[in-house]
T-cell receptor
Framework: GAVVSQHPSWVICKSGTSVKIECRSLDFQATTMFWYRQFPKQSLMLMAT?????????EQGVEKDKFLINHASLTLSTLTVTSAHPEDSSFYIC?????????FGAGTRLSVL | QKEVEQNSGPLSVPEGAIASLNCTYSDRGSQSFFWYRQYSGKSPELIMFIYSNGDKEDGRFTAQLNKASQYVSLLIRDSQPSDSATYLC????????????FGQGTRLTINP
């Protein structure tokens, strides 16, 4: 199956700093990538849909100026959490879409101190 | 009302028995239905998808879909301890759509 690499797998940062998470499709071209957030014991909540070469589409309630998404190539999408705060601590997961399925990265656990 | 609803569990099943996981959805226009398994601290992995009413079998797993009742289920036969995980039900509005809507997941524990 298609492989999506997500990096880093775990990051700890101080409050107020920015963190970048990378999502790469290794053996396919993903015109669309999705970014999810998952809090403990909760389900995956879609944050935004990222399309190569265009602006991301954010779900209601997700601050686009705080969660910057760049999808500059068909194999790479990045999520930058700007001015992170403890409430941003969560498990962030990306996925690349190849019809008819999404292929998930391994996830990034973000802890903001 | 949530778009996709699941009993959060935990659901405990003895090893070798059948585990039955249920999911209901609110959008009657939904066309595609997915079951994912997620181990703690890991990302989801696809188990099965189903588009048509009825049953679909794959090894020890059977997905059942009833669009009239807006209900989809997953049966796991001969449950193994390695099946212990959270099972996520996800729905797409149509087969060509890309966006998945997830339920909150059911935590399943298989007891040896």
């Amino acid at each position: 199956g298609a492989v999506v690499s997500q990096h880093p797998s775990w990051v700890i940062c101080k409050s107020g700093t920015s963190v970048k998470i990378e999502c790469r499709s290794l053996d396919f071209q993903a015109t669309t990538m999705f970014w999810y957030r998952q809090f403990p014991k909760q389900s995956l909540m879609l944050m935004a849909t990222s399309n190569e070469g265009s602006k991301a589409t954010y779900e209601q309630g997700v601050e686009k100026d705080k969660f910057l998404i760049n999808h500059a190539s068909l194999t790479l999408s990045t999520l930058t959490v700007t001015s992170a705060h403890p409430e941003d601590s969560s498990f962030y997961i990306c996925s690349g879409y190849v019809y008819p399925d999404q292929y998930f990265g391994a996830g990034t656990r973000l802890s903001v101190l | 009302q949530k778009e996709v609803e699941q009993n959060s569990g935990p659901l405990s099943v003895p090893e070798g028995a059948i585990a039955s996981l249920n999911c209901t959805y609110s959008d009657r226009g939904s066309q595609s239905f997915f079951w994912y398994r997620q181990y703690s601290g890991k990302s989801p992995e696809l188990i099965m998808f189903i588009y048509s009413n009825g049953d679909k079998e794959d090894g020890r797993f059977t997905a059942q879909l009833n669009k009239a009742s807006q209900y989809v289920s997953l049966l796991i036969r001969d449950s193994q301890p390695s099946d212990s995980a959270t099972y996520l039900c996800a729905v797409k509005r149509d087969q060509g759509a890309q966006k998945l809507v997830f339920g909150q997941g059911t935590r399943l524990t298989i007891n040896p």
